[in-house]
T-cell receptor, first 115, second 112 residues
């Protein structure tokens, strides 16, 4: 079975450019999470969706970050404009319906480098 | 969510049982204990969770003390592929999923 799919796996861009990260959750899962991991701050939740609706975006660092989930099989995390401090590994995760026990399935991550 | 305390690192010989401790002295009655691990350059992976009874699955066993203030994750026969950072997380369950709060975890190194 396909797990959570993220693209691209690596992204190198210059400061000021727009960056779009993509995620395809596991089919049938109705929760989708975006996390960011850095050496300094560890793994942090940015935003999560339930049935394509954003539920909690309190972890989104600032207005430069936005996330969308236009349908059950696709989500994007956009950074515009990007800054060097956005360099991190970004993980997408999904959870099955109900979600009460919160077993989350993580993708392989996108390593973002902003020069 | 209750805070957890884990040792920053541990070593274990290949083939032996790896016992990873976690203190969660402020855990509430409706909070579960979860364990995830993150192998280098991969996304975190769910291992196991429990409330108050000991739990076992194909990956590991979870032992929770009677007062629920601490727990131990046991990998019964550690292999080199078990080298990873292990995260202990406590959280309320019910009402739907929400985000996980990861601490610094324990870096488990399996020695050949």
């Amino acid at each position: 079975d396909a797990g959570v799919i993220q693209s691209p796996r690596h992204e190198v861009t210059e400061m000021g450019q727009e960056v779009t990260l993509r995620c395809k959750p596991i089919s049938g899962h109705d929760y989708l999470f975006w996390y960011r991991q850095t050496m300094m701050r560890g793994l942090e939740l940015l935003i999560y969706f339930n049935n394509n609706v954003p539920i909690d975006d309190s972890g989104m660092p600032e207005d430069r970050f936005s996330a969308k989930m236009p349908n059950a099989s696709f989500s994007t995390l956009k950074i515009q404009p990007s800054e060097p401090r956005d360099s991190a590994v970004y993980f997408c995760a999904s959870s099955p319906p109900g979600g009460a026990f919160n077993e989350q399935f993580f993708g392989p991550g996108t390593r973002l480098t902003v020069l | 969510d209750a805070k957890t305390t884990q040792p920053p690192s541990m070593d274990c010989a290949e083939g032996r049982a790896a016992n990873l401790p976690c203190n969660h002295s402020t855990i509430s009655g409706n909070e579960y204990v979860y364990w995830y691990r993150q192998i280098h350059s991969q996304g975190p992976q769910y291992i196991i969770h429990g409330l108050k009874n000991n739990e076992t699955n194909e990956m590991a066993s979870l032992i929770i003390t009677e007062d629920r203030k601490s727990s131990t994750l046991i990998l019964p026969h550690a292999t080199l592929r078990d080298t990873a950072v292990y995260y202990c997380i406590v959280r309320v369950v019910g009402g739907g999923a929400d985000g996980l709060t990861f601490g610094k975890g324990t870096h488990l190194i399996i020695q050949p």
